[in-house]
């Protein structure tokens, strides 16, 4: 069957999951996730808690990228799916800095399949420990939906709610993030994707991307980021079970982060 | 028959909660609100309106140009082109006949579908005794804001006297279009009860009678109603929207005698109208008499130098204006109807029992003053194949001159274009006229605005509109004559019955005085720039989600604000005794002068606009109970939540704290 492939900008609110003083200056590659097709992208990391909803297939992944070429800013993240009844539960846990000064979080996951709607929600415990200034920690909740519009059309909606939002007892807040976005695809090679991000107190952020596939093995990816004006490149290939993507981004000031993705998915049994 | 129950299943479906205005609409009061900083307006006719078109649908083999012109969305030209096709035809034989129409596309059937039926033809000659058949409610509703504010502090000198609860009570019969009468009682926060200023009770009530073809009457009002002459040069009293994404509404529409059911405090006449018809000729004459509410000035003269339009009386001060002066007014309208022309004459007497006079400010130098106002205007409209032309000239007492001409074209199948020219005297003087202008009233300005609407398809639709305003003398806040521009463009996409999308683009420019401590205060350019995403959801029978996103951009001489909202809203219906909604709201603005206005869904009849600046969320639940058929319930609550903020609002209405919160309940009775 043919597919029409629609772009459609949606309104929709995606809150990612960071906290101020870890907010990354740099687009994440794989933010994008949220607004594709699971299915059409085997081995893709599920970018939100609503996009669980739609899995089907059991998988892992490991990201880690070392910012700006400097190990001190080294961060990694494990995500896993696993797929149940009309959704999927999900971890995420992240790890970045290093032994001195080092954030880290643990996430978990639910997203359900309502038709057209995925909805989700994720609970997470964000942890940030300075050495010889102690460490601070807080919850918080991630809620989003993801809508199927059309065959090529999905806008996602989610919002980052500190829950207990100090990082500390006297100034620091953690910032409600709200992230707005969309998916085309255009067709089954060629996928664009873009967001608008709000973070509390920052000006407006809007991350856009493209990703094309060559039969379905190979992958090449292109996004820009407007807040930091840096952009991201990179490629990927599938090896049975596996994807494996290795991505560089370019922040105009701060250099070059490299940045390597393998993720497992186990295929659905017939 | 099964594709026509799946048409109207999912129109009804997408309509879900539809008292609320079309989205159109609600753009346009959203931007009203903006012009006019009216968050939750009193005045709601409109609702009233859509919800009797609901109950009451208007059958499109029946209906004339006046019955047609109730329905808030069509243009002259599309009530024109179906009164024109009945005419060679005769009578539709269902709605899908309506897509054989000119000038009627899907998305306009889409919008009125709830709104029209085509029945057979009914006899009109109704009695009067036929007429005590119809529909009868009673409806009660109160609003309190929990957060106590300085206002009920009776330390203070100018403490409210009342308790914090909103009250207003209806009684309302309807039979149709042919015999409305009911009565409205209004008390606001703050204002006493049985008590004091208000020893009747509440502090606003009003009664109405309207009547459609009774006897030689083609339409008679006793009590409170509304008068609407042409396009609005000399008096127009109903809700006048602006400029929007609809570019083909730039002509005022509305009967020319309406009954009053609003619990607005202000913008009404009180006292009979009637309306004859002989042949094509049609008159109505009206006389009123009321009280109201002014800032009195006495030295030399008494007068008073401003109209009191709130209709708060909750302390000493507000109090003392109440009812001071009294207005009479009196007027006629007299027009022809022939083939596609309408022509008419209009004409206006405003009387005060005491002089109005405003403060003696160089932008007041050629306001209305004295104790009486004459206003007369010839006003026209045509309709030629595809173009619709539209005009009306004024003059007041001294015969300064008031010009508004405008057309609508079909120039193709798929685009519209619209145009309007307005040139209004800088001393032309009106009190209650309300055209489609820049400016609140119809003076001094100068401007043409265009707009244009494509549809390349079914599913999408462009539209835009370009207008050019200047002002040849001053303007409050504006110390200089100036000039202002204002553009839009929007691009809307309905790809299926159940999911519709627009994405918005404004920008304005107007000028402002820049520094009032400054020794010469002058203008500066003010610009105001929006980007807007709408979105909406039907996703099942139960349920449907709408959510928005809006960035704004301040700019006065290098002082920049920016402003941000995002929300999302869902919708269940899960039986036809139980609908919910809920809204999640984040906001973040530069301060007061980059505010986004965002209309709320509310209790039926009731609808708010809030401005939301600083930062923070902002939530509301409305729950619907109808537990059978003649009884309903509502209840609203709804918070703001400010980050940074310890103090919310200024004077008497400040609040400690960052929240504010407001419980409102509403009870209807059918029978």
Request: aromatic fraction near 14%; include cysteine.
């Amino acid at each position: 069957m043919k597919h029409l492939f629609l772009s459609c900008l949606l309104c929709s609110i995606d809150f990612l999951a960071r906290s101020q003083v870890s907010l990354s200056p740099m687009a994440h590659p794989y933010a994008l996730n949220a607004y594709g097709s699971i299915q059409k992208e085997p081995g893709l990391l599920w970018g939100q808690a609503a996009a669980l909803g739609a899995i089907q297939n059991f998988s892992a992944g490991l990201y880690g990228e070392q910012r700006f070429m400097l190990r001190e800013l080294s961060r990694y993240q494990f995500k896993l799916a696993l797929p149940v009844t009309g959704g999927g539960f999900g971890l995420d846990a992240l790890y970045s800095g290093n032994s001195s000064f080092h954030s880290s979080g643990l996430g978990l996951a639910y997203g359900k399949k309502m038709g057209k709607l995925d909805a989700g929600l994720q609970f997470n415990y964000h942890r940030l420990a300075t050495t010889g200034y102690g460490s601070a920690s807080y919850v918080s909740v991630d809620a989003g939906a993801i809508l199927q519009v059309n065959d090529q059309f999905r806008t996602g909606l989610q919002i980052h709610y500190p829950a207990n939002g100090s990082l500390n007892k006297s100034i620091e807040r953690a910032a409600i993030i709200y992230t707005t976005g969309f998916g085309y695809q255009v067709s089954d090679k060629f996928f664009a994707a873009a967001e608008i991000r709000k973070t509390e107190n920052l000006p407006v952020q809007v991350h856009a991307g493209l990703q094309y596939s060559f039969d379905q093995k190979v992958f090449a990816l292109l996004g820009i980021e407007s807040g930091s004006s840096s952009f991201y490149f990179g490629g990927g290939f599938l090896l049975d079970r596996f994807r494996i993507d290795v991505t560089a981004s370019l922040h105009p000031y701060l250099g070059i982060t490299p940045g390597m993705m393998i993720v497992f998915n186990q295929p659905q049994k017939q | 028959m099964n594709r026509f129950l799946a048409i109207l299943f999912s129109l009804v479906c997408s309509h879900l909660f539809a008292q609320e205005p079309p989205v159109q609409m609600q753009q346009q009061l959203e931007d009203l609100a903006l012009t006019s900083e009216l968050e939750d307006p009193e005045d709601d006719q409109l609702l009233q309106l859509l919800e009797q078109l609901k109950k009451d649908p208007i059958n499109i083999n029946t209906a004339g140009e006046e019955q047609f012109r109730q329905i808030p969305i069509l243009t002259d030209l599309q009530i024109d082109h179906i009164l024109r096709y009945r005419k060679i035809l005769g009578n539709l034989l269902s709605i899908y006949e309506l897509q054989a129409v000119p000038h009627w596309d899907l998305r306009t059937i889409r919008m009125v579908l709830p709104n029209i039926s085509a029945g057979s033809s009914e006899n009109l000659k109704e009695s009067f005794l036929s007429r005590l058949k119809g529909d009868q409610y009673i409806l009660l509703r109160m609003s309190r804001v929990l957060e106590r504010s300085k206002g009920y502090d009776t330390a203070n000198s100018q403490h409210y006297l009342g308790d914090r609860n909103r009250l207003m009570f209806r009684y309302r019969y309807q039979y149709k279009d042919l015999l409305y009468f009911g009565l409205v009682g209004d008390k606001d926060a703050g204002e006493q009860f049985f008590r004091g200023a208000q020893a009747k009770g509440f502090d606003f009530y009003s009664f109405h009678f309207f009547a459609r073809r009774l006897g030689i009457f083609r339409s008679l009002a006793l009590g409170d109603y509304t008068i609407n002459l042409g396009q609005g040069l000399i008096h127009w009293q109903s809700m006048g929207l602006g400029k929007n994404s609809e570019v083909m509404g730039v002509k005022r529409q509305a009967p020319v005698l309406m009954p009053y059911r609003s619990s607005g405090e202000f913008n009404f006449n009180r006292g009979v109208a009637a309306g004859f018809q002989v042949g094509r000729v049609e008159s109505t004459v009206f006389f009123s008499h009321k009280k109201i509410s002014g800032n009195l000035e006495t030295d030399s003269l008494e007068r008073f130098t401003s109209m009191l339009t709130s209709g708060y009386y909750r302390n000493e001060l507000e109090i003392a204006g109440r009812n001071r002066v009294a207005h009479t007014s009196y007027g006629a309208n007299i027009h022809y109807t022939g083939a596609g022309l309408r022509v008419g004459m209009n004409m206006v007497v405003n009387r005060f029992s005491i002089p109005f006079q405003k403060r003696a400010e160089p932008y007041t130098r050629y306001a209305f003053s004295g104790n009486q106002g004459f206003n007369s205007s010839v006003d026209f409209s045509y309709t030629y194949n595809y173009i619709h032309v539209f005009g009306e000239a004024a003059f007041d007492g001294d015969l300064n001159p008031a010009v508004l001409a405008g057309a609508m074209m079909s120039v193709h199948p798929k685009v519209d274009i619209s145009l309007l020219y307005r040139h209004l005297a800088k001393d032309y003087r009106v009190l209650f006229g309300s055209a489609f202008t820049e400016g609140s009233l119809p003076v001094n300005e100068k401007g043409i605005y265009t707009g244009i609407t494509i549809r390349p398809s079914d599913s999408w639709q462009f539209s835009a509109f370009a207008d050019q305003s200047s002002f040849p003398w001053l303007k409050y806040r504006v110390n200089a004559p100036t000039r202002s521009h204002d553009y839009l463009v929007q691009w809307s996409y309905r790809p299926n019955k159940q999911f519709d999308i627009y994405a918005r683009y404004r920008q304005e420019n107007k000028p402002i005085n820049d520094d009032p401590l400054a020794v010469i205060n002058h203008p500066v350019p003010k610009s105001r720039q929006s980007l807007r995403v709408h979105a909406h959801s039907q996703l099942n029978a139960e349920l449907a989600f709408r959510s928005r996103v809006e960035l704004l951009w301040y700019d006065r001489k290098g002082n920049k604000e920016e402003g941000f909202l995002a929300y999302i809203e869902g919708f269940y219906q899960g039986s036809q005794k139980w609908k919910a909604n809920l809204r999640l709201q984040f906001f973040e603005t530069g301060g007061y002068n980059s505010r986004v206005y965002a209309y709320e869904s509310d209790v039926l009849y009731s609808f708010s606009i809030p401005a939301n600046f600083d930062s923070g969320l902002r939530y509301y639940c409305n729950l619907n109970w109808k537990p059978y058929k003649k009884m309903q319930f509502w209840l609203r609550w709804s918070q703001s939540v400010y980050t940074n903020k310890k103090e919310l609002g200024s004077g008497l209405d400040q609040i400690s704290g960052n929240r504010r919160s407001e419980l409102k309940c509403q009870w209807l009775y059918i029978f």
